[in-house]
């Protein structure tokens, strides 16, 4: 029978590596030092490899260290998911998700559903952590996330993207601007504007990054904005344009702002938004549940369906619409 390490084998091996102290790792785990040592030792001995470079004040995991921890999240996140199904079944959504949301959409949208989620699952506890998409769609395939709130991934088949509701993308400029009497531009007419992004790692970048190719205008990388908050405020201060989703705009822009949405044509921006989670996550069905209450926010904000495109028709958008003056 081939060798197979322990669940906790696994534990001590990831709490070394985040800790980099045999002794802290030790505190972590609730056993001795002696303990945990004479445990990673015998797991170095079983794979024939060293799992971790020791020196003085600091362990690091080796390259084929890294690999094993990383490998060993996965399996322990696989574990919890066992456990939380087993224990708290579909009913209550397995009462405690670990929520991973891009802060392009997240902040528009949770506060609209959590309140009806809680009614309707009042023990089931949410762990919000908001992070660059990128970043989320790492932390959910190694197990620190269970599930993940935003724009589709590009992690192919090792995660499973459920898609909830579609945005339009649009481009933002002050009211004084050249281009603010129209509701709708070419992409010509873009030629030599600033056009001003969010960092790496939010799809917004790459979108940005594209209509400045297709058009012909300048990528301002050098005045990339932490926030779509910020890109609004130097939006206003005539640094340059910039785009801005259609949740964050029903949310954030009024009519009396000194700013204006407008559409290109020629050029659909949109973006689906979804939950997605680990291929081999035995919380699916959870999270399928998850996706059909938060359908039921997406229609009540106006956002169209992920699946069918068709858009909600509903006092809410045509109240929202007007007050942020949307373009059609």
């Not at 009462?95 to 009614?119: D, E, N, Q």
């Not at 459920?162 to 009497?181: M, V």
Request: glycine share 10%; proline share 5%; charged share 25%.
């Amino acid at each position: 029978m081939p060798f197979r390490p322990s669940n906790r084998q696994l534990e001590y091996a990831v709490a070394l590596a985040e800790v980099g102290h045999f002794g802290g790792a030790a505190r972590r785990c609730h056993v001795s030092q002696p303990t945990l040592s004479i445990q990673i030792a015998l797991l170095e001995k079983q794979f024939g490899t060293p799992l971790f470079d020791r020196a003085p004040g600091r362990v690091t995991p080796t390259a084929v260290g890294a690999h094993v921890i990383a490998t060993a999240r996965g399996i322990l996140a696989s574990l919890d998911d066992m456990v939380a199904m087993a224990k708290t079944g579909a009913n209550n959504l397995g009462g405690l998700i670990r929520l991973g949301v891009a802060p392009t959409f997240g902040p528009y949208f949770l506060p609209a559903l959590l309140p009806s989620l809680h009614a309707r699952y009042p023990g089931l506890e949410i762990y919000i952590r908001e992070e660059r998409p990128t970043v989320l769609e790492r932390d959910v395939m190694e197990g620190a996330l269970d599930c993940g709130l935003g724009p589709m991934p590009a992690s192919g088949h090792a995660l499973t993207f459920r898609a909830l509701c579609t945005e339009t993308i649009f481009l933002g400029a002050p009211k004084d601007h050249r281009l603010a009497g129209e509701m709708s531009i070419t992409a010509s007419q873009l030629r030599g504007e600033r056009l001003l992004t969010l960092g790496k790692g939010h799809q917004l970048f790459d979108t940005v990054r594209e209509l400045a190719i297709m058009s012909g205008a300048d990528l301002r990388e050098d005045y990339e904005g932490t926030s779509l908050d910020a890109l609004r405020q130097m939006v206003f201060m005539g640094m340059g344009l910039s785009l801005f989703p259609e949740l964050y705009a029903r949310s954030e822009f009024r009519v009396e702002d000194d700013l204006v949405l407008l559409s290109v044509d020629g050029w659909e921006a949109i973006r689906t938004i979804g939950y997605f989670w680990r291929a081999s996550n035995g919380r699916a069905a959870q999270f399928e549940q998850l996706a059909r209450e938060s359908e039921e926010t997406c229609a009540s904000l106006g956002l169209k369906n992920g699946r069918s495109g068709a858009p909600k028709k509903d006092l809410v958008k045509v109240k929202v619409k007007a007050r942020a003056n949307i373009p059609d």
